[in-house]
């Protein structure tokens, strides 16, 4: 088992045990974090070009939703690398019994390889427990696992997920600009990119590998995802985000009343938490018959993933990492009021309940109160 807290380049010892655990299986499910950002499915189609590699087939499966219109379109891009993902809707979990779309196969006797996420039940499809054969992540765990996997390697010190399984690409004899693509490479830079907050949180050791991916990547691609066209609902959202924000002590709290989608709940999150003396953001919409929330911070001391699994994780569904975190609650018997008054009754009684439950967990205090129209 390769052990976490490795510091520098991936070795050559550390691919062939990879390799080594990949052989053992015939085919692999890959799993990835709720609602897959771009480290999340890029991962994923690295380690399925390393299955592949090896004469093995792979599937690759989330739950809930690919937001923002350039992750979209980053997902479009890397369809012709061959990524297809099976997404499932929230709630739903990938059992032993569970079978593949594509080729009839049970997960039961699959090989399982959880990527850009530690730890069965937080935040992924797969139970609590499960035991899993792969674990390849750069965000520190929380908690341990239960049963001891094959292959094990966190890595806080990487930057992100992808460039980790890159280096064990580039270990395994594949090139770049050859095997590893121009589209693949500009997949890497632009999930990096993401992951450390426009390169400002880039551990220093990743800049020479990151410099030969640029060189590599597909620069229309690149200016694509960097400038990509916001909707209607997207710029309705924000404008509510703005116009709805109360700021305590540093966080920007927003609820923005009933929405279609929660993709743009995360952008208005991002948005907010560029204002002047604010370090942490929450946004929360109602989607149907879900509450979701969503929240960003710069502050290096708050996890916000760990806050959000102990705020909401015994009544929805929660997780995160340590500088973005999400929840989805079921709205129960409030999703059946209809009426005007009762929708704004709800909202209320919403917005009320969240907010509460995160300052306390986060341990933020309700005084310093910050009028939204002096920023």
Same mark, same amino acid.
């Given at each position: 088992?390769?052990?976490?807290?490795?510091?520098?380049?991936?070795?050559?010892?550390?691919? &062939?045990?990879?390799?080594?655990?990949?052989?053992?299986?015939?085919?692999?499910?890959?799993?990835?974090?709720?609602? =897959?950002?771009?480290?999340?499915?890029?991962?994923? %189609?690295?380690?399925?070009?390393?299955?592949?590699?090896?004469?093995?087939?792979?599937?690759?499966?989330?739950?809930?939703?690919?937001?923002? &219109?350039?992750?979209?379109?980053?997902?479009?891009? %890397?369809?012709?690398?061959?990524?297809?993902?099976?997404?499932?809707?929230?709630?739903?979990?990938? *059992?032993?019994?569970?079978?593949?779309?594509?080729? @009839?196969?049970?997960?039961?006797?699959?090989?399982?390889?959880?990527?850009?996420?530690?730890?069965?039940?937080?935040?992924?499809?797969? =139970?609590?427990?499960?035991?899993?054969?792969?674990?390849?992540?750069?965000?520190?765990?929380?908690?341990?696992?239960?049963?001891?996997?094959?292959?094990? &390697?966190?890595?806080?010190?990487?930057?992100?997920?992808?460039?980790?399984? +890159?280096?064990?690409?580039?270990?395994?004899?594949?090139?770049?600009?050859?095997?590893?693509?121009?589209?693949?490479?500009?997949?890497?830079?632009?999930?990096?990119?993401?992951? *450390?907050?426009?390169?400002? *949180?880039?551990?220093?050791?990743?800049?020479?590998?990151?410099?030969?991916?640029?060189?590599?990547?597909?620069?229309?691609?690149?200016?694509?995802?960097?400038?990509?066209?916001?909707?209607?609902?997207? %710029?309705?959202? %924000?404008? !509510?985000?703005?116009?709805?924000?109360?700021?305590?002590?540093?966080?920007?709290?927003?609820?923005?009343?009933?929405?279609?989608?929660?993709?743009?709940?995360?952008?208005?999150?991002?948005?907010?938490?560029?204002?002047?003396?604010?370090?942490?953001?929450?946004?929360?919409?109602?989607? @149907?018959?879900?509450?979701?929330?969503?929240?960003?911070?710069?502050?290096?001391?708050?996890?916000?993933?760990?806050?959000?699994?102990?705020?909401?994780?015994?009544?929805?569904?929660?997780?995160?990492?340590?500088?973005?975190?999400?929840?989805?609650?079921?709205?129960?018997?409030?999703? +059946?009021?209809?009426?005007?008054?009762?929708?704004?009754?709800?909202?209320?009684?919403?917005?009320?309940?969240? !907010?509460?439950?995160?300052?306390?967990?986060?341990?933020?205090?309700?005084?310093?109160?910050?009028?939204?129209?002096?920023?």
């Amino acid at each position: 088992m390769a052990r976490s807290g490795k510091t520098g380049e991936t070795d050559d010892t550390e691919t &062939e045990r990879l390799l080594m655990c990949i052989e053992k299986k015939e085919h692999w499910v890959i799993f990835v974090h709720d609602n =897959p950002d771009p480290d999340a499915f890029v991962s994923a %189609l690295c380690f399925k070009k390393l299955v592949e590699s090896a004469g093995k087939k792979a599937t690759i499966a989330g739950r809930g939703e690919i937001g923002f &219109e350039e992750n979209a379109l980053l997902l479009e891009h %890397l369809k012709k690398e061959g990524l297809e993902i099976e997404m499932h809707p929230p709630g739903w979990t990938a *059992t032993e019994q569970s079978v593949d779309e594509e080729t @009839g196969t049970k997960t039961g006797a699959c090989g399982k390889a959880l990527l850009d996420t530690g730890t069965p039940g937080v935040y992924n499809p797969l =139970p609590a427990g499960t035991k899993v054969d792969v674990v390849i992540d750069h965000h520190p765990m929380r908690a341990a696992q239960i049963a001891e996997p094959c292959f094990y &390697e966190v890595r806080p010190e990487k930057s992100s997920t992808s460039l980790i399984l +890159y280096e064990h690409m580039v270990s395994a004899g594949m090139r770049i600009g050859k095997e590893i693509t121009s589209l693949m490479a500009a997949g890497i830079y632009y999930a990096t990119m993401v992951d *450390t907050h426009n390169f400002r *949180t880039l551990h220093e050791e990743d800049s020479h590998p990151l410099s030969e991916i640029f060189r590599a990547a597909d620069k229309r691609v690149l200016s694509e995802l960097q400038s990509p066209p916001l909707d209607v609902d997207t %710029l309705d959202i %924000l404008g !509510r985000a703005i116009q709805n924000r109360e700021i305590t002590g540093g966080v920007s709290f927003s609820c923005v009343d009933y929405v279609t989608r929660r993709d743009p709940l995360a952008r208005a999150a991002e948005f907010l938490l560029r204002q002047k003396s604010v370090h942490t953001s929450v946004v929360v919409g109602i989607v @149907g018959d879900r509450v979701c929330v969503t929240s960003r911070t710069t502050d290096p001391s708050i996890d916000l993933g760990d806050v959000m699994i102990r705020a909401f994780g015994e009544i929805g569904v929660a997780g995160g990492h340590a500088h973005s975190g999400g929840a989805e609650i079921p709205l129960s018997l409030l999703s +059946y009021a209809v009426g005007e008054d009762e929708r704004r009754g709800v909202v209320a009684i919403v917005k009320r309940a969240v !907010r509460d439950r995160f300052f306390e967990t986060a341990g933020f205090l309700d005084d310093e109160r910050i009028s939204r129209r002096d920023e």
